[in-house]
């Protein structure tokens, strides 16, 4: 994929980050107050690592980040409170994630796209379908999650659901995403608890259609 030569890529570059995506966190992090020292956080989606590098630094040493990827992640230069592996978010269950709920998931993932705008953002909308099942097993209660999403049809019906999860929940687009990009981010704060729906048994069971999702992407 041609890297377009913007301010953003330019400042990841000297900063030190795998991504420009970094600064779309951050700039979360800075209006929405996500993350915080000694907190567990999840990344989903995490290939290359610049959501990974920048949790990292936000909850320091005495905090942890677990991120995962259908892709390899490499581990090399990720400080010591930082696990990377291979996974499907589908499938890899709280144990394999160490055991213990997390004060935050975030995630940039995407989905493979095929250049059909609707298309690829119901797909989109279908992973965060699958992000939120899966919130129930992985955020504690009073956790928050921030993930990407492609607008179009079925997104009013994802924030909606987003709000009924979270006690506060809504939509922002960081100035570090492109301005003709279809992305934008669903911020939900104070997760309500397994309760605050009925179960998704068959969200949690049928297939995402397409490809899969592939690593977090600048698009």
Known sequence: MKEVQDHWFRRAKEEGYRARSAYKLLELHEKFGLLRKGDRVLDVGAAPGSWTQVAANLVGPRGHVEGFDLKVIDPRGLPSHVRVQQADMREVSLEALGGRPFDAVISDMAPDTSGVPMADAAISCRLCHTLLDRC?????P???????????????????????????????????????????FIVGKAFRGPGAEPPREAARTRPVPGAGWKRAQDV
């Open 136 to 140: 129930v097993d992985w955020l504690r």
């Open 142 to 184: 009073g956790g928050h999650v921030v993930m990407k999403v492609f607008e179009g049809g079925d997104f009013p019906e994802l924030l909606q659901r987003a709000q009924r999860i979270f006690r506060d929940a809504r939509a922002s687009k960081p100035k570090a995403s492109r301005a003709e990009s279809v992305e934008i």
